[in-house]
Every structure is written in structure tokens, then in C-alpha cells.
């Protein structure tokens, strides 16, 4: 399958997600918060799930809803990350990552972005993704 021009470069967050699995520290936590922010600022994109029951004027980005029962945007470094998802079938896009970001900011009833939910996942709440874009919360 021929590989999205996008999501070059999107295994090194992927990488960043396994060593911080392997070693939960600051310092990789860190790490993998500096690889996304390097891929946001070369422009990287992140592949989004929408929900075609949505009216066509505004699609609904896929949610994951946690334990706790809190909302969170669901993305994918890959489509082979996508593709374990429980529901495989639903329409994706890519979408720049500081637009992703940007857009979890606003949305009130979202916690943040969760990055590849099903494997190597990174959830990053609100507080990770303005140290990410660099903004103050």
C-alpha cells in the first residue's frame, strides 16, 4: 500500500510511544511529547476516524470514551494502527496534527487526543497537548 506523503515520519512517534511503554519516566514522556511536536512542526499529519452518521456538514471525529467515562479524540500515526480499531469500516482523513490539537483545545466535552488507541498508545490530555503546540493553558 502506497504510504501517505503525510504520515512519513510518523514511526518515530510510534518508536517514542514503545520506549516510554517500555520505560513510563519523565524523561520519555518527554521525549515522546518532543517527537510529536517535531512532527507537528514538519507538518506531519495524524490519520482521524469520522462518524458517517454525522450530517454531512459537520463530521464527527471518532471518540474514544475512557473508564471514567471522559471523551477523547481518536488518531492514528499509521493506517495499520487504524485498521486494529473494533470498527475498521468508519471513513478517515488525515489531518495536520496542530490543526488536531488546536481543534481538541476547543471542544469542551474532549479530554484531548488519544494516539493509536488500540496499541502503541499515548493519550494526551489538554495540559500535554499546550505543552506540545506551546501554548499557554
Do not use: C
Not at 454531512?56 to 467515562?69: A, C, F, K, P, R
Not at 500515526?77 to 482523513?93: C, D, L, R, Y
Amino acid at each position: 500500500m502506497e504510504k501517505d506523503q503525510n504520515l512519513k515520519g510518523n514511526e518515530k512517534i510510534e518508536e517514542s510511544i514503545w520506549q516510554l511503554q517500555k520505560e513510563p519516566t519523565q524523561e520519555m514522556l518527554a521525549h515522546a511529547l518532543t517527537v510529536v511536536r517535531r512532527r507537528m512542526k514538519e507538518d506531519g499529519h495524524l490519520i482521524v476516524a469520522v462518524d458517517p452518521s454525522g450530517a454531512m456538514d459537520s463530521l464527527q471525529i471518532q471518540t474514544v470514551q475512557t473508564g471514567e467515562g471522559k471523551l477523547w479524540f481518536a488518531a492514528y500515526t499509521s493506517f495499520e494502527e487504524q485498521m486494529k480499531g473494533s470498527n475498521a469500516v468508519m471513513s478517515a482523513f488525515t489531518a495536520e496534527i496542530g490543526k488536531l490539537f488546536q481543534m481538541a483545545l476547543r471542544t469542551e466535552k474532549i479530554e484531548g487526543v488519544i494516539l493509536n488507541p488500540w496499541n502503541r498508545t499515548l493519550m494526551l490530555n489538554k495540559n500535554l497537548i499546550h505543552i506540545v503546540v506551546g501554548t499557554e493553558q
